[in-house]
């Protein structure tokens, strides 16, 4: 059974950082599209970084140069390091993994950013 558990959100003020993880279960981390995405109420869920299956890094233009994803295969866990965060990067954070050998895409249950004085 495949699994994605998001942690790390909260309440941030402007300016400062956050760490989210997803730890991930029943799947092997390799050859995978992992990627975080966001959603806003009222608005398209999108995508805000990614790695390919190949390892390729892939960022939106609104976060490149605040934040940054990685992995840590060994225990199955992707991040995302988020810095300089604004108050339109407000959004529950969702992980989200799929292969082209899978019959679906999965999501974890997302975790809630806030970025507020």
């Known amino acids: 059974q495949v699994k994605l558990v998001e942690s790390g959100g909260g309440l941030v003020q402007p300016g400062g950082s956050l760490r989210l993880s997803c730890a991930a279960s029943?799947?092997?981390?390799?050859?995978?599209?992992l990627a975080w995405f966001r959603h806003v109420p009222g608005k398209e869920r999108e995508l805000v970084a990614s790695?390919?299956?190949?390892?390729?890094?892939n960022y939106a233009d609104f976060v490149k140069g605040r934040f940054t994803i990685s992995r840590d295969n060994d225990k199955n866990t992707l991040y995302l390091h988020m810095n300089t965060l604004k108050p339109e990067d407000t959004a529950v954070y969702y992980c989200?993994?799929?292969?082209?050998?899978?019959?679906?895409?999965?999501w974890g249950q997302g975790t809630q950013v806030t970025v507020s004085t």
């Open positions: 989200h993994a799929d292969s082209p050998t899978w019959t679906k895409a999965y």
């Open positions: 790695f390919s299956s190949g390892g390729s890094i």
């Open positions: 029943g799947i092997i981390f390799s050859n995978t599209f």
